[in-house]
């Protein structure tokens, strides 16, 4: 089955400078990749996603780009803010069919540091 | 719009005792999903449903678990004879197509 491999698993950066995760997946069935937002104590939010009919979007500090040859996906935050902190989960599913089950990658710990 | 709905927050139970754990979609949702969340595993998938019919259990350990979901408001996951190493955050999402939205949790601990 479908495999997600996220990196780095821990990320410090300076406010106000751009934090970069990547992803990497198997399955090229895959065709839907969305990135959550999970705060201590809180559930998985739904901060972006992307399907594989484009390479690149953008929701305000939130780029995400797609490389389908490759296999891997990276969420880009700029100009980060101490309320970026936070885990970040990458996923990958084989929407084709509308529902499928989400495969995470591990998550990265991202701090932003004044 | 409440959101997903996950009863109970928090529950302990004792080893070999049973938990229910239950999930309210977001109304007019046709998809709810199970996911089960440690430190150790991350997030893995368990069970889902669509229009209340069993899609794909895979990830469900083939003993103990069990999940239904009767009727399209609710769904619950069952774990009979609960060990130790079930302690986790348990997760419903429910989805109208492709984003799933998550639910609290259930933080299920069992000593």
């Known amino acids: 089955g479908e495999q997600v491999e996220q990196l780095p698993s821990i990320l410090r950066v300076q406010e106000g400078s751009s934090a970069s995760i990547n992803c990497s997946y198997e399955d090229s069935a895959s065709n839907y990749f969305p990135w959550y937002k999970q705060e201590p104590g809180e559930n998985p939010k739904l901060i972006i996603d992307?399907?594989?009919?484009?390479e690149r979007k953008q929701i305000q500090e939130l780029i995400v780009l797609l490389d389908k040859k490759a296999k891997r996906f990276s969420l880009h935050i700029t100009d980060t803010q101490p309320g970026d902190s936070a885990m970040y989960f990458c996923a990958a599913s084989d929407a084709s069919s509308s529902f499928s089950k989400l495969v995470f990658g591990q998550g990265t710990s991202l701090s932003v540091v004044p | 719009n409440a959101g997903v709905i996950q009863t109970p927050r928090h529950k302990v139970t004792g080893k070999g005792q049973e938990a229910t754990l239950w999930c309210e979609p977001i109304?007019?949702?046709?998809?709810v999903f199970w996911y089960r969340q440690t430190i150790v595993q991350g997030l893995e998938f368990l069970t889902y449903?669509?229009?209340?019919?069993?899609?794909?259990d895979s990830g469900m350990p083939k003993e103990r678990f069990s999940a239904q979901m009767p009727n399209q408001s609710h769904s619950t996951l069952k774990i009979q004879s609960t060990q130790p190493q079930d302690s986790a955050v348990y997760l419903c999402a429910s989805s109208l197509g492709g984003e799933q939205y998550f639910g609290p949790g259930t933080r299920l601990t069992v000593l």
């Open positions: 109304s007019g949702h046709s998809a």
């Open positions: 449903f669509r229009n209340q019919a069993p899609i794909d």
């Open positions: 992307i399907r594989s009919n484009m």
